[in-house]
């Protein structure tokens, strides 16, 4: 049994947990997010006669199928959050989370943007660490392979009403990872969309399933198109650059500054990104939070002003863009292949991230 405030998790026997040689043939090529690992960490809350909820029924055990009533709410209010974090391999062999309480933040932010209750931060980060700990033998072993973890919570009370639901489930389910991309090109292509992902006042900065939702349908016709990806402008004029489906973009100039669209409410705020900003700040760089329109980024980038862009997030780290086409863009940014500085920044990260240099900021948490 595991303590953590108010809570303690009951630990399930696996009663067909997957043989070694499936096991090990799905870890030597994972891909990414198409197979999971044997165990999910499972909490539920409930609010009570007296208006006031609770947190119960802490569980480690088997991954299974989760039953829901076809009024649940969450299948027709979309009450719903993730987050996405890694646990990767060090040098010693042991294995560690990087800024997990960041997520576990961010996590109730977007909880109360839904109107779902929080989660408390040290039961978050030890949910991650149990499932982890369950499933270490899934860990891949493909250069650069991690172990994706996805946790999540949605509303499982069964009415019709409009309105917060009083019964809610968290999750957490593990996923050997590899590489996210799949072409393999030294940089990504994206597709300036006409669709928007979110307008002020709504759920941008949450990462909540409606977000993803919206972006399908843009994503769909950049991959058409012959894309990696697609970058949405802002709603209102829809001439300023936000961020790509599920990353944030930063541009690097030829002295040496760097620019990232700011936290308006409109994107979401990511632990990657704000890592990075830290890092490029240590390395005496200027970084600057503010607006960048498409039109510019073409102009910069046919001048040679800009010299670098790339995306950043969770499941992709740091990647390089090389091209940017749209209805009424079409062009290359720098050589079209990755920058000094990108591949800088990423190896910076990367390292610390997997123990190879020195965590000055105390984000890389050991689980032993």
Aim: some cysteine.
């Amino acid at each position: 049994m595991a303590t953590v405030p108010a809570l303690t998790f009951t630990h399930l026997p696996h009663p067909s947990p997957t043989s070694d040689e499936v096991r090990e043939a799905a870890i030597a090529a994972p891909g990414f997010g198409t197979v999971f690992t044997d165990h999910m960490v499972s909490i539920d809350w409930d609010e009570g006669p007296d208006g006031i909820g609770a947190w119960h029924n802490a569980t480690i055990g088997p991954r299974v199928p989760i039953a829901l009533d076809p009024a649940a709410s969450v299948l027709h209010y979309a009450q719903e959050i993730f987050e996405g974090l890694k646990a990767y391999r060090l040098a010693d062999g042991t294995m560690a989370l990087f800024r997990p309480e960041a997520n576990a933040a961010r996590f109730n932010a977007s909880a109360r943007r839904l109107a779902m209750p929080e989660l408390p931060e040290e039961t978050f980060i030890e949910a991650v660490r149990l499932a982890v700990a369950a499933d270490a033998d899934w860990f891949p072993t493909v250069e650069g392979g991690s172990l994706y973890i996805r946790p999540f919570m949605f509303a499982n009370e069964h009415f019709l009403g409009v309105r917060p639901a009083k019964k809610y489930k968290f999750l957490v389910i593990l996923s050997p990872a590899g590489n996210y991309f799949k072409s393999g090109a030294p940089a990504v292509s994206v597709w300036v969309s006409d669709y928007t992902r979110a307008a002020p006042g709504g759920t941008g900065a949450a990462k909540c399933g409606g977000n993803y939702a919206a972006s399908l349908v843009p994503t769909k016709e950049a991959f058409e198109r012959g894309h990696d990806q697609v970058v949405f402008l802002d709603a209102a004029e829809h001439k300023w650059i936000e961020e790509l489906g599920g990353m944030n973009l930063f541009f690097v100039f030829e002295d040496g500054t760097m620019v990232t669209p700011p936290l308006s409410g409109t994107i979401l705020p990511g632990i990657t990104r704000d890592s990075l900003i830290a890092l490029a700040r240590e390395e005496g760089l200027t970084v600057r939070e503010e607006k960048y329109s498409i039109d510019q980024w073409q102009a910069d980038a046919a001048s040679g002003r800009l010299v670098e862009t790339f995306a950043c997030g969770t499941a992709a780290v740091v990647t390089p863009v090389g091209r940017v086409a749209g209805r009424e863009h079409d062009f290359t940014i720098g050589s079209g292949g990755p920058g000094q500085l990108t591949t800088k920044l990423r190896e910076k990260l990367v390292a610390i991230q997997r123990g190879a240099a020195e965590d000055r900021h105390g984000w890389v948490m050991k689980l032993g």
